[in-house]
């Protein structure tokens, strides 16, 4: 009797619940049709040291719909919008609902546009091309509305090399505290040899290809800790290690 009486009180819940959500669609739905886009609402999501100003974005939506403003609610295409706007590859993804809001005056209609930015992770500047790149190895436009603290790699570099060869790369930097604090900037030759710059004494390192890259930056380490820590970081203005389990040191004249 108690088992019977708890599923009918369950089973009313249910069809209350399904009642509420047909009524409240239903209201919505009466609602959109009769109210009018009056603005349109930004909001990120995420983080990301690059950000596109909001009035970008709300371009973006009248790129997709220059009559947005004004329109009826329901006559907006909110796919179309968050297909323009997929367009700018510094969103990883951007998303067009539509809200309805009340006030003193009465019901408005809003476009609310939530956009996640693309993270980027290193910056290339060379003859192929000037831009950001994120982790997936993702294009990212350089903007005057947003800069990013992020390793430089300039000289001879394809977006394929880049993607392959340097961004496996930036990564063991930027999860090693020391070798993040200490490299300045990366440049890939004409013979595609890869070198840094760093911060503290100024050397110029020769690394080579990317391969064997954890086993070079460990002999570089043993390098820094058991002769530059003694006092010489300005005796050697240039260190290799692009050969196998070798380190060679040029020092100043």
């Not at 690059?50 to 009826?72: C, F, Q, V, W, Y």
């Not at 790699?153 to 880049?162: C, D, K, N, Q």
Request: net charge positive.
């Amino acid at each position: 009797m108690k088992k019977t009486i708890r599923n009918i009180i369950r089973i009313s819940g249910w069809l209350l619940l399904v009642s509420f959500l047909v009524v409240t669609l239903a209201f919505s739905s009466r609602e959109m049709a009769g109210t009018s886009c009056t603005g349109i609402a930004i909001r990120y999501a995420g983080h990301s040291p690059i950000r596109l100003e909001a009035s970008s974005l709300a371009r973006m939506a009248r790129t997709a719909d220059p009559h947005l403003i004004g329109k009826n609610m329901d006559e907006i295409d909110t796919e179309a919008i968050e297909a323009e706007m997929a367009k700018n590859k510094a969103l990883l993804r951007a998303d067009a609902f539509k809200t309805i809001v009340r006030d003193s005056t009465g019901w408005k209609g809003i476009l609310t546009l939530k956009v996640k930015h693309r993270v980027p992770v290193l910056r290339i500047i060379s003859s192929h091309g000037n831009y950001f790149m994120d982790a997936e190895g993702h294009r990212i436009p350089p903007s005057s509305q947003y800069a990013a603290d992020v390793p430089v790699a300039t000289g001879l570099i394809t977006e394929e090399s880049a993607r392959e060869d340097l961004l496996p790369l930036v990564s063991f930097i930027s999860e090693n505290k020391f070798w993040k604090a200490q490299i300045r900037q990366i440049h890939v030759d004409g013979s595609g040899d890869i070198l840094f710059s760093t911060l503290v004494g100024n050397q110029l390192i020769e690394f080579g290809s990317p391969e064997n890259m954890e086993e070079k930056f460990r002999n570089l380490r043993a390098f820094y800790e058991q002769v530059l820590t003694e006092g010489y970081w300005n005796k050697y203005k240039r260190i290799s290690v692009k050969y196998k389990n070798q380190v060679i040191a040029k020092k100043n004249r």
